[in-house]
């Protein structure tokens, strides 16, 4: 069984937010609430960076560690899931989670929040598969229909990756072979010396992005 | 002890990852900017800055939506499911055995001399509606919270999903809104009682003798005894303020605050909370099976004579002097409330 992923290649994102879009309109998720979403680092700076990020379906999942009332659960395929029957909108999972990817419908005063929403990996929830109440707690359920999730297989640059992690990985490390600058992309530089000490060796351009 | 020493830690860093991002950023910005020229595809300073809690810049509006990862859940998760839960859950289990085996050896307090019948008031309706809805919406909190800290270990696996799940949603929701009147009714509580909690000269004689709990002897004491005044300064006013607080924090997410803040929030609640619902265990037994006589303040504002003069001798004598007793007071409820105390 495939065990699904994601990945965002920080070389490629060019923070057009296709994700964001593909996801909200494929979900239909209500107002306030984005499952996925692109941050910039350093934005305006040179070298900035941008990131898709969502829930990454950890293995270890703190939202899942954390949750009082245990309603996340893991499918056979790695992705995690929450039901929310169960769920009592307390935040702790919000608190817990490094990827911000827990969201709450409402934000009111008596610590009101609604059942939290989060990605699903386009997997849906308990409900069975492509059921009317399925997708209206969870979104559509693509992996049932056989496609990959929303936002990766919009992503126009192919940044954003989601799928079986050997297939990833396999894409992930031809790219890592063909951008060519091979030692610099795992910090061997920083780690053995400044290319200043061997100006000759190193190329004049400044690397292609593939 | 160890793990007492990393959670201590744990909780200082969580306290300081409040401060750090702000003086990193700047510094690997540009670093980043040199980084791009002389070493393109290394990101390594953009990876630094994204493990700093910092907020960059996204479209998509949200409380810490600019933040990549966030730096302090692993701390709290930690935390909070490591010895917050398990030396909290045990040390209330093992105080509420602690007095169970105290009941067991010592027995019931009892008054040494027979019940006089004639009655003094110790409590008025005032001071008595600012105890019962502290002590009400305290226990209301206790259940629901230990439902929502314990609950998982301890009742799901009995009850199962479908029940607990609705039981841990009325028990959040219950608790959201009782908290506030906690709060109110604490508030409520200091202003009625801090007059008679202050220092006084013979508190020092109750702490020699340690309340005469183990001896049995009577200390004298004023209208509170040290014991209840530690209560009062210890459980009411600073834990009662502090489980408030810190609550408040939790209770208003609307004021969007942060997960930094509510993570240090949350930590500060559960751990205040058990001190405070352990040390409580205390003083319920106390008040009700520990000891004759002790209840009927607290039920009818009326205790016995007998029951004053053993337990609160100098309150009971300033008392006698001027107030008036029992029969007469019942004869003019209305007056009740001019009977002096000291």
Same mark, same amino acid.
């Given at each position: 069984m495939a065990r699904m992923k994601f990945i965002c290649d920080a070389e490629r994102? =060019?923070? #057009? %937010?296709g994700c964001v879009t593909a996801c909200k309109n494929e979900h239909?998720? @209500?107002? &306030?609430? %984005?499952r996925r979403r692109v941050v910039t680092i350093n934005? &305006?700076? @040179? !070298?900035e960076r941008s990131m898709s990020v969502a829930c990454?379906? #950890?293995?270890? /999942?703190p939202c899942q560690a954390v949750c009082p009332v245990d309603c996340f659960y893991k499918t056979e395929e790695g992705v995690v899931l929450h039901d929310k029957d169960l769920? =009592?909108? #307390? !935040?702790y999972c919000f608190y817990a989670c490094p990827f911000g990817a827990p969201q709450f419908p409402q934000s009111g005063a008596? !610590?009101?929040?609604?059942k939290m929403d989060k990605c699903t990996f386009c997997a849906g929830?308990?409900? *069975?598969?492509?059921?009317e109440d399925e997708f209206r707690k969870y979104g559509r359920n693509r992996l049932a229909e056989g496609k990959l999730p929303a936002c990766a297989e919009m992503c126009s640059t192919k940044a954003l990756l989601g799928g079986d992690a050997d297939v990833l990985s396999d894409i992930y490390r031809e790219r890592v072979l063909k951008? !060519?600058?091979?030692a610099e992309i795992w910090g061997w530089a920083t780690a053995y010396g400044k290319p200043e000490q061997k100006p000759?060796?190193? @190329?004049?351009?400044t690397g292609e992005k593939s | 002890m160890k793990r007492f020493m990393t959670g201590l830690c744990m909780c200082v860093w969580l306290a300081l990852c409040s401060v750090a991002p702000v003086l990193a950023a700047d510094d690997l910005a540009s670093e980043q900017a040199r980084r791009q020229v002389?070493?393109?595809? %290394? %990101?390594a300073p953009v990876w630094k800055e994204v493990r700093s809690g910092q907020q960059n810049y996204t479209s998509v509006r949200g409380v810490? *939506?600019?933040?990549? =990862?966030? @730096?302090?859940g692993q701390t709290w998760r930690a935390l909070r499911n490591g010895p917050v839960t398990l030396y909290g859950g045990l040390i209330f289990c093992v105080f509420a055995l602690a007095i169970g085996a105290f009941y067991k050896i010592r027995g019931k307090i009892m008054l040494s001399e027979p019940k006089t019948g004639r009655l003094i008031e110790r409590f008025n309706s005032a001071e008595r509606i600012a105890h019962w809805s502290m002590a009400i919406s305290f226990c209301i909190l206790m259940a629901s919270g230990l439902v929502m800290l314990f609950g998982k270990h301890v009742l799901l696996p009995v009850i199962g999903y479908t029940l607990f799940g609705l039981l841990a949603q009325l028990c959040k929701n219950v608790h959201n809104f009782v908290g506030p009147v906690f709060l109110m009714s604490v508030l409520f509580f200091i202003v009625m009682f801090v007059k008679d909690n202050v220092w006084q000269a013979i508190d020092a004689l109750w702490i020699r003798k340690v309340g &005469?709990?183990?001896?049995?002897e009577h200390v004298p004491s004023h209208r509170f005894n040290f014991g209840e005044k530690t209560w009062f300064w210890l459980g009411v006013v600073f834990l009662g303020l502090l489980v408030s607080a810190s609550g408040l924090v939790l209770n208003f997410p609307n004021f969007e605050q942060g997960r930094l803040l509510m993570q240090q929030a949350n930590i500060v609640h559960v751990v205040s909370a058990l001190i405070i619902m352990t040390l409580s265990l205390g003083h319920i037994y106390i008040g009700t099976l520990?000891?004759? &006589? /002790? =209840?009927d303040g607290m039920k009818s504002g009326y205790v016995d004579e007998t029951w004053a003069k053993e337990h609160h001798e100098l309150w009971y004598n300033a008392a006698k002097h001027t107030a008036r007793h029992s029969d007469e007071i019942q004869r003019s409820p209305d007056t009740s409330g001019s009977v002096a105390r000291t």
């Open positions: 994102c =060019i923070e #057009c %937010n239909e998720v @209500p107002w &306030g609430v %984005n934005d &305006g700076v @040179p !070298g990454m379906h #950890c293995s270890d /999942a769920c =009592i909108g #307390c !935040g008596f !610590g009101l929040r609604g929830g308990p409900e *069975a598969d492509n059921s951008r !060519g600058k091979g000759a060796e190193q @190329p004049a351009k | 002389e070493q393109p595809l %290394n %990101n810490d *939506a600019g933040v990549l =990862i966030n @730096p302090g &005469g709990l183990v001896s049995g520990g000891m004759e &006589g /002790a =209840i």
